[in-house]
Protein backbone atom coordinates (compact mmCIF):
# COMPACT_ATOMS: atom_id res chain seq x y z
CA UNK A 1 0.00 0.00 0.00
CA UNK A 2 1.12 3.49 -0.94
CA UNK A 3 1.35 6.48 1.25
CA UNK A 4 -1.41 8.28 -0.37
CA UNK A 5 -3.82 4.94 0.41
CA UNK A 6 -2.54 4.96 4.39
CA UNK A 7 -3.23 9.16 5.04
CA UNK A 8 -6.46 8.52 3.16
CA UNK A 9 -7.82 5.93 5.73
CA UNK A 10 -5.97 7.05 8.18
CA UNK A 11 -8.25 6.92 10.86
CA UNK A 12 -8.71 2.84 10.21
CA UNK A 13 -4.68 2.86 10.17
CA UNK A 14 -4.05 4.74 13.41
CA UNK A 15 -4.78 1.39 15.23
CA UNK A 16 -2.18 -0.78 13.25
CA UNK A 17 0.02 2.22 13.85
CA UNK A 18 -0.83 2.00 17.59
CA UNK A 19 -0.13 -1.53 17.97
CA UNK A 20 3.19 -1.07 15.96
CA UNK A 21 4.34 2.00 18.34
CA UNK A 22 2.79 1.09 21.31
CA UNK A 23 4.10 4.46 22.87
CA UNK A 24 2.49 7.12 20.11
CA UNK A 25 -0.84 8.22 21.70
CA UNK A 26 -3.83 8.60 20.73
CA UNK A 27 -3.17 12.54 20.62
CA UNK A 28 -0.44 11.97 18.69
CA UNK A 29 -1.85 10.10 16.05
CA UNK A 30 -4.71 12.65 15.81
CA UNK A 31 -1.83 15.39 15.47
CA UNK A 32 0.29 13.21 12.52
CA UNK A 33 -2.97 12.89 10.46
CA UNK A 34 -1.76 10.58 8.40
CA UNK A 35 1.39 13.10 7.06
CA UNK A 36 4.37 10.69 6.81
CA UNK A 37 6.79 12.77 7.74
CA UNK A 38 5.11 13.56 10.81
CA UNK A 39 4.62 10.10 11.87
CA UNK A 40 8.31 9.41 11.19
CA UNK A 41 9.51 12.28 13.03
CA UNK A 42 7.27 11.24 16.35
CA UNK A 43 8.69 7.76 16.46
CA UNK A 44 12.10 8.96 16.24
CA UNK A 45 11.48 11.60 18.78
CA UNK A 46 9.27 8.54 21.30
CA UNK A 47 11.70 5.93 20.82
CA UNK A 48 15.10 7.73 20.94
CA UNK A 49 16.19 6.26 17.86
CA UNK A 50 17.83 8.14 14.58
CA UNK A 51 16.50 9.28 12.06
CA UNK A 52 17.06 6.75 9.51
CA UNK A 53 15.66 3.89 11.82
CA UNK A 54 12.33 5.39 12.11
CA UNK A 55 12.31 5.82 8.53
CA UNK A 56 12.63 2.11 7.80
CA UNK A 57 10.37 1.00 10.84
CA UNK A 58 7.59 3.59 8.59
CA UNK A 59 8.94 2.09 5.35
CA UNK A 60 8.09 -1.63 7.17
CA UNK A 61 4.89 -0.55 8.03
CA UNK A 62 4.18 0.67 4.60
CA UNK A 63 4.62 -2.56 3.01
CA UNK A 64 3.28 -4.32 5.68
CA UNK A 65 -0.14 -2.18 6.08
CA UNK A 66 -3.32 -4.18 4.24
CA UNK A 67 -6.04 -1.38 5.09
Known amino acids: MNWDQI ?3 WKQVKGKA ?8 DDDLDRI ?3 RDQLV ?7 GIAKDEAEKQVR ?8
Do not use: A, H, M
Not at 18 to 23: E, L, M, N, T, V
Not at 41 to 47: A, F, I, K
Open 7 to 9: QGK
Open 41 to 47: GTVQERY
Open 33 to 35: EGR
Open 60 to 67: EFEGSCNC
Open 18 to 25: QQKWGDLT
